[in-house]
């Protein structure tokens, strides 16, 4: 969190009124906070819609053939996967939108109200989604346990246990600590 601290002391630095300048090592750093966020936003779009396309792929030569059970496992899993995709690109493109080099008060604004979504999108929406994911797996491994050997079954049972349990851990802590920088960042434009 050095970048948010670098930058909230140059901007208190500089707090004068809303037409000065910024300077340019504040410019400089709010470039490049923007671009990670960006960045992180564009990589996730990405990630999913791999996942996606090879859950569909996967379906499509090895299974085909699906019982009620395995569509509507699949359907839980990739409309899990692309709400989380719209919810991406929905993000991207309102940050997007900001002009973060502005130096209105208005501009403090629009990132405080774009922050307070974002923070919002890691409640319900997030629980619901991967939520959905985790029923859709569910449901696969019922039709799992009719086609594979006890052993099979087992060992992808362990696994997806152990990976989900990783998972849960990485996205909670990469979830916090976005929920904590956005909170010192609303509070930071929230107190120009």
């Given at each position: 969190m050095?970048?948010?601290?670098?930058?909230?002391?140059?901007?208190?630095?500089?707090?004068?009124?809303?037409?000065?300048?910024?300077?340019?090592?504040?410019?400089?750093k709010i470039k490049k906070a923007n671009s990670v966020v960006n960045d992180s936003h564009a990589r996730t779009i990405i990630i999913l819609s791999i996942t996606a396309i090879l859950i569909t792929i996967g379906y499509s030569l090895i299974i085909k053939q699906g019982t009620l059970i395995t569509i509507t496992g699949l359907v839980a899993m990739l409309s899990a996967?692309?709400?989380?995709?719209?919810?991406?690109?929905?993000?991207?493109?309102?940050?997007?939108?900001?002009?973060?080099?502005?130096?209105?008060?208005?501009?403090?604004?629009?990132?405080?109200?774009?922050?307070?979504?974002?923070?919002?999108?890691?409640?319900?929406?997030?629980?619901?989604?991967?939520?959905?994911?985790?029923l859709g797996v569910g449901l696969l491994f019922i039709e799992?346990?009719?086609?594979?050997?006890?052993?099979w079954f087992n060992f992808f049972l362990i696994e997806f246990i152990v990976i989900a349990i990783v998972l849960f851990f990485f996205i909670r802590k990469k979830i916090r600590q976005e929920v904590n920088s956005l909170t010192e960042l609303i509070a930071m434009y929230e107190a120009e």
């Open positions: 050095n970048n948010f601290k670098d930058i909230q002391s140059i901007w208190d630095s500089q707090k004068n009124d809303d037409t000065s300048e910024i300077p340019k090592t504040l410019r400089k996967l692309i709400i989380r995709i719209g919810i991406e690109v929905v993000s991207l493109d309102r940050k997007k939108k900001l002009d973060v080099l502005a130096t209105s008060k208005h501009l403090a604004k629009d990132l405080s109200n774009y922050y307070k979504w974002r923070k919002k999108i890691h409640k319900f929406p997030t629980l619901l989604t991967v939520s959905a994911y985790i799992f346990k009719v086609h594979l050997t006890p052993f």
